[in-house]
């Protein structure tokens, strides 16, 4: 990984242009930040109207002393480059720059990420306050990375964006608009197109109902915003080759296709607030762990950063709970053990106004280096330069769960079935839990990611398949890769159209050795009884009704008009094995499929260690990670020798966990 370091990052967003005024608490951050083991700043982000108050008009003598006063007392910068909110002057001046809503009105200035990404007037003025940017301190020895604008989100319906999105079909349709028409079925409702200007975005108030076109508009906003990025790091490519570049992503934001975004950053990074407020503490770390291996699993296994984490409380929730003691350095290693290089905090000290004063920071108002938060990252620190040689260190899975972008989207797009609940990213997350449990590595991939370095695959409500994914299974399970379908798998193709000559699609039945004849919806409240492995489970808001054509059946349904029908099959295919899971469950059957999987194809475990419920273990590098997200402390037996990584004792036999803790050991 190129992030101009060999140590765990620790830092976070530094914003001392709200500071100008108050020159004694910029000298008193670096104090704070040497005590807290701060070895990183991320600054600059959202400064732009401090940078460039007047157009064509530029300060960076602030900047200069903060860089200056950073790199004389051991502290790297991060630099951001400050797109994500513009001064009140250009959109005063271009209005052209603000976005226009799905309303048709154009917004007026405020908040942030109110940009169009097509407008060539902003385009202009990014490039030229990142170029100038990268001159002024390209060659800055504080310099290890820049941070690209900050949470790229939302969508611009203007005309410039209008007439960009049909240059995009055109491009994909090859010019073709009976193309077109048939992948988007366009004889329904009397829909064909007989003219590129008669499309416009997905709207309300006009076309919401064509899938393909929704599809469409969702591929093209990830392309507008990648196409924006890489105009934003035009000059800084060009100035600064060897600085290495990122954007933070966020949890699970699938309006942008961060699986195509990824692709173009050199390291990728995302923000992380799980919310343990002392409810589902368990579901919630699942979750989080998820998001560390979706994030890390787009580059391979190579380290991604943690580039935003709350070290006390946040401010957007409905109620903003302070998380328990522990919670702030727990929440770090996790991030570590899944992968980061970093551990970083949004923000290092608490604004005094503005939407975000009341969110937590590592130096509260009152200024203090005396509470518990702070001594909580200090904490953090020290720990964090104990575990240097983590840093670079890669992980890949043993099995993946496929949990793809577009499909998501397509998810969300079609009518029928149970409209009420869908739940994509819950259920990726269902499948991902039992591993995560067991101390097996999973990677989260997409559906056009490479198969065939898993020992198993499963890809959970699969509904949508982009071309070339039936042929890539059909050839993992034949030469001998494990494949888990469940229900509502491969209906469609990328433009959403249904797949002819029944379900599932082509060779698909050849290799699952089903047919997939009907699918009942169930309302809220109301379950079917299916079984597994001679154990019943509860079916929920979704059930297939398929048969076997060859498949070994491994449970049946036990209510129902298709009791006695096929809920779970497995069929020998080429080398390989092909299980097909026909309903939805709570969770309980993930939790058995998987570790029967486990035993069954002898999928390895990060290591042998014993540990009760809510206690998980990670291995990284030299270094095993024992996290316990239960209740109450708990006893673990460890499976070898380690050094125990806090005050390098050797460590044997049993251990006790507290809770809400962790012990980090390194391999002897």
């Known amino acids: 990984m190129k992030t101009g370091v060999d140590h765990i ?27 807290a083991r701060i070895n990183s700043a991320t600054v600059g982000i959202f400064s732009w109207s401090v940078l460039e108050p007047e157009e064509g008009v530029y300060e960076f003598g602030w900047l200069d002393e903060v860089f200056d006063k950073l790199y004389e007392n051991g502290i790297d910068v991060i630099l951001a480059t400050p797109s994500g909110a513009r001064p009140a002057w250009m959109a005063q001046k271009y209005p052209e720059v603000l976005r226009v809503e799905e309303s048709g009105i154009r917004n007026e200035f405020g908040v942030r990420h109110n940009h169009c990404p097509t407008s060539p007037v902003y385009r202009e003025k990014v490039r030229e306050i990142d170029r100038r940017l990268a001159e002024r301190y390209g060659s800055h020895p504080a310099l290890k990375m820049w941070h690209i604008s900050n949470e790229y989100s939302g969508e611009c319906h203007c005309e410039l964006c209008q007439a960009a999105f049909r240059e995009w079909l055109k491009e994909r349709y090859h010019n073709d608009l009976e193309e077109l028409n048939d992948s988007w079925w366009n004889g329904f409702w009397s829909h064909r197109i007989t003219d590129w200007e008669q499309i416009s975005s997905p709207k309300y108030r006009g076309e919401d109902h064509v899938t393909a076109l929704k599809l469409c508009w969702d591929r093209f906003v990830t392309d507008s915003h990648i196409s924006f990025y890489e105009n934003e790091i035009a000059p800084i490519r060009e100035l600064t080759p ?53 994030f890390r699993s787009m580059k391979g296994g190579k380290p991604f950063l943690m580039m935003e984490s709350t070290p006390s409380v946040v401010n957007h929730r409905p109620v903003n709970r302070i998380p ?59 720990l964090l330069e104990k575990l240097k040689d983590v840093a670079g260190a890669r992980s890949r899975g043993r099995v993946a769960i496929v949990c793809d972008f577009e499909n998501s989207r397509a998810v969300s797009h079609f009518c029928g079935y149970n409209n009420v609940r869908r739940d994509y990213l819950d259920e990726c997350v269902k499948w991902y839990r039992p591993f995560w449990l067991s101390g097996v590595c999973a990677d989260v991939i997409a559906m056009d990611d490479d198969f065939t370095q898993y020992d198993a695959v499963i890809a959970p409500f699969l509904y949508m398949l982009k071309n070339g994914t039936e042929e890539r299974i059909e050839q993992y399970v034949r030469n001998g890769g494990v494949f888990v379908a469940t229900y509502l798998f491969a209906v469609t193709d990328e433009d959403d159209l249904c797949r002819l000559g029944g379900l599932p699609a082509g060779k698909l039945k050849d290799v699952f050795g089903v047919i997939a004849e009907e699918t009942d919806a169930l309302p809220e409240g109301i379950n079917e009884i299916a079984a597994f492995d001679g154990k019943e ?21 036990g209510s129902g008009f298709y009791a006695g029908q096929p809920s779970v099959t497995v069929n020998s295919y080429g080398k390989g094995k092909a299980y097909y899971v026909a309903f939805r469950n709570d969770g309980e059957l993930a939790v058995d499929f998987c570790r029967r999987l486990i035993k069954t194809h002898g999928i390895k475990k990060d290591a042998g260690i014993a540990a009760p419920d809510g206690v998980v273990f990670r291995k990284r590098g030299d270094f095993v990670f024992v996290m316990n997200f239960g209740d109450g402390d708990a006893a673990v037996t460890l499976d070898r020798e380690y050094q125990n990584v806090s005050d390098r004792t050797t460590v044997r036999g049993d251990i006790s966990v507290k809770a809400n803790g962790f012990v980090c050991l390194k391999t002897l």
Request: with cysteine; aromatic share 12%; glycine share 8%.
């Open 537 to 557: 489970y509860k079916a929920e808001h979704v059930c297939d009704v398929i048969r076997s054509t060859g498949a070994a059946v491994l449970g049946e349904y």
């Open 242 to 294: 060897g600085i290495p570049i990122t954007t933070n992503f966020m949890r699970f934001y699938d309006r942008i296709d961060y699986q195509k975004f990824s692709k173009k950053v050199d390291v990728v990074s995302w923000d992380n607030y799980p919310c343990y407020d002392g409810t589902d503490t368990l579901k919630k770390a699942a979750e989080t762990a998820f998001s560390h291996d979706m």
């Open 324 to 382: 328990a003691p522990g919670t702030q350095t727990l929440t770090a290693v996790q991030a570590i053990a899944h992968g980061s290089d970093s551990v970083q905090y949004f923000q290092w000290r608490k604004s005094r106004g503005g939407h975000e004063k009341l969110h937590g920071a590592v130096v509260d108002h009152s200024g203090r280096d005396d509470t518990r938060v702070f001594r909580e990252v200090s904490a953090t620190g020290e």
């Open 9 to 35: 990052i620790h830092g976070g967003d530094y914003n001392p242009d709200q500071w100008l005024k108050y020159p004694e608490i910029i000298d008193d951050d670096v104090r704070l930040m040497k005590k």
